[in-house]
């Protein structure tokens, strides 16, 4: 069993900055590509960005790129997303997964509870 645990979420105003963090622990981290989502009220869960166990593929939703960015620190069995110029439109909890089916994979194993971010205008 792999489990998973977001921090870093708050309240921040539009343009600004936050740092969110998954640490994984359980079953060995290895091999996992890992992504995040996010989930508004009223809307569906929507896919972030996901990262390779490497960190040598990474891919971002459109509405996200330039903006975030993703990374993992194997040693720490941690992943971080790095959010600035945030938008209210980005307001949801935040989830990271985990997923042995590659970067590309729609199919996620493990999910976190969840942490809020909240960008006000």
């Known amino acids: 069993q792999v489990h998973l645990v977001e921090s870093g979420g708050g309240l921040v105003q539009a343009g600004g900055s936050l740092r969110l963090s998954c640490a994984v622990s359980?079953?060995?981290?290895?091999?996992?590509?890992m992504g995040w989502f996010r989930q508004a009220p009223g809307k569906e869960r929507e896919f972030v960005v996901a990262?390779?166990?490497?960190?040598?593929?990474?891919y971002y939703a459109d509405s996200v790129k330039g903006r975030f960015t993703i990374s993992r620190d194997n040693a720490k069995n941690t992943v971080y997303l790095q959010m600035n110029s945030l938008k209210p439109e980005d307001t949801a909890v935040y989830y990271c997964?985990?997923?042995?089916?590659?970067?590309?994979?729609?199919?996620?194993?493990?999910w976190g509870q969840g942490t809020q971010v909240t960008v006000s205008s």
């Open positions: 359980g079953r060995t981290f290895s091999g996992y590509a």
């Open positions: 990262i390779s166990w490497s960190g040598g593929s990474i």
């Open positions: 997964a985990a997923t042995a089916y590659g970067v590309w994979s729609t199919e996620y194993d493990y």
